[in-house]
């Protein structure tokens, strides 16, 4: 019997404290809570003197169960800048009237606002001026035994905007990266790297990332003619020999791509004091990283055409 009386008990108990909770969750009450800030469509050349406050504390009147709601999603307050910021220097005010909008975009219609701190926003700002410029890498590195690089290093990004006044950025064409060392590449490597920033100047990207791509490289060889090149157009020069065995290096990856066609064996036509002429081997194709050639001189006779 005692029991069940305890049970019984209990349960009013139990009612009883959901029936308070649910007075007091449908009761007006008030609330403090701390908003985020976001500021949109601000330009990356304006500087606030101070800064702008990334949250605000609001004090909310609703329900009790509406407010809950505020409280567990702190909505984003959202401040479009775009037509408050001018191309010259000049002062940022959010007054209370516009906040107060901005928070309330944010809530239902029933949640009033009591009161927001800070009850304005106000700065000055100034424009710098801007300009884009390369990056230069200031970079070692070593390669794993018979592996190349198959393209430069990439920099991503290979050009920034800088900003500062106008008399400092237009000392500066380039910037450099700290210096970087990487050893024994094979495949891709990629790392992080800041950029040197002189005195007075900034950068939206003030960190880079490099990327080396290696690959396996192997030999090719092809027979070519040697060329006269640069002849008066009277004469004729004859070479001995008159062909040079050449072996190029390339990636695994463009090995049936390289022809004869990517090489010339050439030349010049020579002062009266040279015996022997040297041959230089021309070729453009990227993926060749290295060329030997079997001729390094020829020996030559130059008659007048008849």
């Given amino acids: ?9 209990l349960l009013f108990v139990g009612l009883a404290t ?36 990334t ?15 505020v409280q567990h999603t702190k909505p984003t307050v959202t401040i479009p800048l775009a037509d408050k910021l001018h191309e010259q220097n000049g002062t940022l005010r959010l007054s209370t009237d516009v906040l107060r909008q901005k928070i309330q975009d944010n809530l239902l219609g029933s949640t009033a606002i009591q009161q927001i701190r800070p009850e304005e926003i106000t700065t000055n700002y100034y424009v710098e001026a801007t300009k884009q410029v390369p990056i230069r890498l200031c970079a070692t590195w070593t390669l794993e035994k018979q592996y190349q690089l198959s393209t430069p290093p990439v ?5 920034v905007n800088i900003y500062g006044t106008a008399e400092a950025i237009q ?4 910037l450099s990266t700290d210096s970087l060392s990487v050893e024994q590449i094979q495949d891709q490597v990629q790392r992080q790297v ?25 030999e090719k060889s092809f027979v070519l003619p040697i ?40 030349c010049e036509y020579p002062n009266p004091a040279q015996r022997t002429l040297p041959v230089t081997i021309i070729y453009h194709n990227p993926h060749i990283t290295q060329v030997r050639s079997s001729i390094r001189e020829v020996e030559y006779i130059i008659e007048i055409k008849q």
């Fill in 18 to 53: 959901l029936f308070w909770w649910g007075r007091a969750m449908s009761s007006q009450r008030n609330i403090e809570v701390k908003l985020p800030v976001e500021y949109t469509h601000v330009p990356a050349q304006v500087v606030f003197e101070t800064p702008l406050p």
């Fill in 194 to 218: 800041a950029l040197q920033l002189p005195a007075g100047i900034r950068t939206d990207k003030p960190t880079i990332s490099v990327t080396w791509n290696a690959e396996m490289f192997t």
């Fill in 227 to 266: 060329e006269a090149i640069n002849l008066p157009d009277n004469k004729v020069m004859h070479l001995f020999p008159q062909t040079t065995t050449i072996t190029a290096r390339v990636g695994i990856s463009h090995f049936a791509d390289i022809t004869a066609e990517d090489f010339r064996a050439v």
């Fill in 55 to 69: 949250q605000l504390e609001v004090t909310l009147r609703d329900n009790g169960r509406l407010l809950r709601q």
């Fill in 171 to 174: 000392q500066i064409d380039s």
């Fill in 155 to 159: 920099l991503e990004p290979a050009w």
């Fill in 1 to 9: 019997m005692v029991r069940k009386d305890a049970i019984i008990y």
